[in-house]
């Protein structure tokens, strides 16, 4: 069969403005969840991460909230710069293991 | 920069060619990882290994072939690939093996397979 890419969905949000990106993850077993960013050219980079005691956790301009009853991640970042442009991904420890298992990504793109 | 250097940046190859990447961790780190990303799929975990011991090989073909002579570098060595081996192969170290421990990612070899 013919054989397509991996289709990013696309955010895309003014400079200044809060961005929400979300992830569905699979496994209920799941305990311990990190959100990467990768810009063009390099590899991924950790942003932040939530275990699975918590509902919510902050960084610098960056939240991350876990649903479980839904199985839902969710990124924000706050007042949205230029260099925030890159693929956001989520990744989990499936079966509460110890390796991680990622996500597809969502690309972000702040105009200016 | 991350700490974590791979070399080359960029590599083709014909299918019977024999190559190899490497990656070199500059951040004390005892365990380093091998990582497949490509336009079909997220990004998979290929190997682990933890103080040189190989801890994870995640069903990889034996078409690659890791090698960890300490715990600063770690070699992929590549042999007979196909096209559809095509992909960034990504190095990450991190100080312990657990996966609470965050893995530092290099910059990736972008490998095309003719």
């Known amino acids: 069969g013919e054989s397509v890419g991996l289709h990013l969905p696309t955010l895309s949000v003014q400079e200044g403005d809060n961005s929400i990106i979300n992830c569905a993850y699979s496994n209920s077993a799941s305990d311990y969840f990190i959100w990467y960013k990768q810009e063009s050219g390099k590899g991924p980079q950790f942003i932040i991460d939530i275990r699975s005691n918590m509902d919510k956790r902050q960084g610098q301009r960056v939240t991350v909230l876990l649903n479980k009853t839904v199985k839902h991640l969710s990124l924000q970042i706050a007042a949205t710069q230029p260099g925030d442009s890159a693929v956001y991904f989520c990744?989990?420890?499936?079966?509460?293991?110890?390796?991680?298992?990622f996500g597809g990504g969502t690309r972000l793109m702040v105009k200016p | 920069e991350t700490g974590v250097t791979q070399t080359p940046r960029h590599l083709v190859m014909g299918m019977t060619n024999k190559k190899s990447l490497k990656c070199e961790q500059h951040?004390?780190?005892?365990?380093m990882y091998w990582y497949k990303q490509s336009a079909k799929k997220p990004l998979e975990l290929m190997f682990v290994y933890n103080f040189k011991e190989q801890t994870e090989n995640n069903s990889v073909p034996s078409r690659f072939s890791p090698e960890c002579p300490n715990s600063s570098h770690l070699f992929l060595h590549l042999h007979t690939l196909q096209p559809e081996d095509s992909a960034l192969y990504l190095c990450?170290?991190?100080?312990?093996?657990?996966?609470?421990?965050?893995?530092?990612f290099g910059p990736g070899t972008r490998l095309t397979v003719l």
């Open positions: 990744a989990e420890n499936k079966d509460a293991g110890n390796m991680l298992t």
């Open positions: 951040l004390g780190h005892n365990a």
């Open positions: 990450a170290s991190s100080r312990g093996g657990g996966v609470y421990d965050e893995q530092f």
